[in-house]
């Protein structure tokens, strides 16, 4: 399936992809989308606001405007009642991107994701799965997408699935997938296998995303750099994850969790952030070992996200408003700043 002429591939000749996600999290926060359900409803009720986001995405420094599809599938619009607003979702989602992917010359990717139907061992499942990905790998098509995100996959065969529907379809893939606490997926197939597996079944890129925060993604990351010739792609989430809670879904809140649900996930993880800087490092690191296709999920702003392309020697639009600390009212050593406040700085 691999096409070397094809824009994905052409994008990463000359160093590697950035690519933002995360858009489900930073629109609970913002107050558009139910963390839960998770469903993307706010592309049909304020798509202004999805506009928007794209666009600090790029700003930020993303080579890439991903349609906000991600949980805009059947199995997900059937458990909110929105069945009905399928294709028009989906639809919407894709127009909006692809106008801010022209207006701004990034990529332009179509989303597939996990379906939460997928059971291994029952076959009928499996067509649903197929089904699903057909229907919304067709509408990306339509839409002129350059290639399409198969992400948060946590099954090695519903991957395996949604390859063949974008192979099939004619475009070029990236998949990645979820590593949970095991480094398995649910069906048991290794983590690292599972990539070399979708690599020679022709995937453009192959790696992980979600999840695991950097400090737990990367030693995977390296072991999945060593064994595939195929581009590796490297989204984490920006949490401070630990090889005892190697997920943000498994981290527990010492110091007293105040979440309703008895569990940090997803709405009080704020203790466990990262820094930008943090993310950044977690750049640095993927690029020095010949990481492709680098990234954020979950939990990102486009704070982090210029951090991880000012990392890679990037200087993105929005890099302008980068910390100055030079110019800081107490901290800075500017001249403009009168001596007089800057021996204060010690006393706040």
Known sequence: ?????????????SG?????????????????????????EV??????????LHREIVRAGSDVVEAFTYYAHREKLKVIGRVDDLEEMNRQALAIAGRVARDTGTLLAGNICNTNVYEADDTSTHDVVRSMFEEQVAWAAEAGVDYIIAETLDWYGEAAIALEVIAAAGLPAAVTLSAPRERHLFDGVDIVEACERLSSLGADVVGLNCMRGPATM????????????????ALPVPYRTTPDEPTFMSLTDREGDSSPDGRPFPSALDPFTATRYECGEFARECDSIGVEYIGLCCGA????????????GREPESGRYSPDMTRHAFYGDDESIPAAYRERGDAL
């Open 43 to 52: 592309v049909l009720d304020h798509p202004e606001v999805v506009e928007q």
């Open 218 to 233: 990367m030693p995977l990351i390296r072991e999945i750099r060593e064994k595939v010739s195929t581009p590796v792609a």
């Open 1 to 13: 399936m691999t096409n070397n002429g094809n824009a994905l591939q052409d994008r990463m000749q």
């Open 301 to 312: 702003g486009p704070h982090h996200l210029r951090a991880v392309a000012q990392a890679l």
């Open 16 to 40: 590697p992809i950035i690519c933002g996600e995360g858009y489900l999290f930073e629109m609970e926060r913002r107050g558009y989308v139910q963390a839960g359900p998770f469903v993307p």
